[in-house]
């Protein structure tokens, strides 16, 4: 674990990540926390984009060490009290009882409800490639991969470094936004 750590850290100094060294501190310190911590708690409304339309729900989210998420449906009413689960080794994506259908996203890879398993994956181990200094805290832009067809992630933070705002881009389209509260490190 401390070689990917390690490893982790070497790629986020070389990544490019802009306009400060505190930037990259901060970007780097919130990934470390990531990762050595019991995983985290948050909120989050996600809104996705499919070009015609818009679609915006709540869930309530809780990632383990590993990366494992679970959540439950907040809102709309109509869905609410569904929960799932997303397993970080598998990506399987299971509901109990109920199923929600959602269209996928992105040449069909990926469904709106997987966008907070995207978001803690991302910032656990995504390439940092920019970090800049706001008004209001800071953002990270970060590439799920190498990949010529990589999702973007463009992630904000108060300035207490927790993230309060992500938005997941393909092709340099955003498809996925989500507003994060009450994001805690367990």
Partial sequence: MKRWLTVLLLIGMLSGCGSSQSGVNRALSLRSALLNGNGCAFTAEITADYGDRLYTFVLKNTVDSKGNLSFEVISPESIAGITGKIEN??????????????????????????????????????YIG???????????????????????????????????????LFRGRRIITLNVENFTIL
């Fill in 89 to 126: 080794d598998k990506g399987a994506l299971t509901f109990d009882e109920e199923v929600l259908a959602f269209s996928l996203l992105t040449d069909d890879q990926i469904s709106p409800i997987s966008a907070p398993w995207i978001f803690i994956k991302t910032l656990r181990s995504g």
């Fill in 130 to 168: 920019a970090c800049e200094d706001t008004d209001t805290g800071m953002r990270i832009q970060i590439d799920d991969s190498y990949d010529e067809d990589a999702l973007q992630m463009d992630i904000w933070t108060d300035p207490n470094n927790i993230p309060i705002r992500g938005e997941i």
